[in-house]
């Protein structure tokens, strides 16, 4: 993405299709949150899930344990890749905190990963 895109990823509540409201008091991160992480190519891992992963805190959207989400993308400003789909959005991955600081060593990555608490 270059500095004129913006992209925003949010959780929605199944039950009330709203934003998913926990005391974090947010729902959702993006490229123009103040603190998020970004790598060197450029990418933001967006962390879901009861807890931060330690060192990802502006990076992560608290879900709330036994509520169903759905994640919700919005672009803004989307350049030439986006529309001939050379870039496609990345899958949403499971993994375990513990292994965040594996997997991202050097804030490298390039997936948005839902975590398991």
């Known amino acids: 993405m270059t500095e004129n895109e913006i992209a925003k990823h ?6 009330t299709r709203g934003l998913i409201t926990s005391d974090q008091k947010r729902a959702e991160r993006g490229s ?7 790598n060197p190519d ?9 807890k931060a992963p330690k060192g ?3 990076n992560w959207i608290k879900s709330v ?3 169903a989400w759905f994640p919700y993308f ?3 400003g989307p350049t030439e890749p986006f529309f001939d789909q050379s870039w496609k959005l ?25 975590t398991r608490g």
């Open 74 to 76: 919005r672009f803004y």
């Open 10 to 15: 949010a959780i929605y509540d199944v039950d």
């Open 90 to 114: 990345p899958q949403i991955e499971e993994t375990d905190f513990a292994e965040v600081a594996e997997y991202y060593p050097n804030s490298c990555g390039t997936t948005i990963k839902q």
């Open 42 to 50: 450029g990418s933001t891992p967006i962390f879901i899930g009861p």
């Open 32 to 38: 123009v949150h103040e603190g998020i992480k970004t």
């Open 56 to 58: 990802w805190e502006n």
């Open 65 to 67: 344990p036994g509520r």
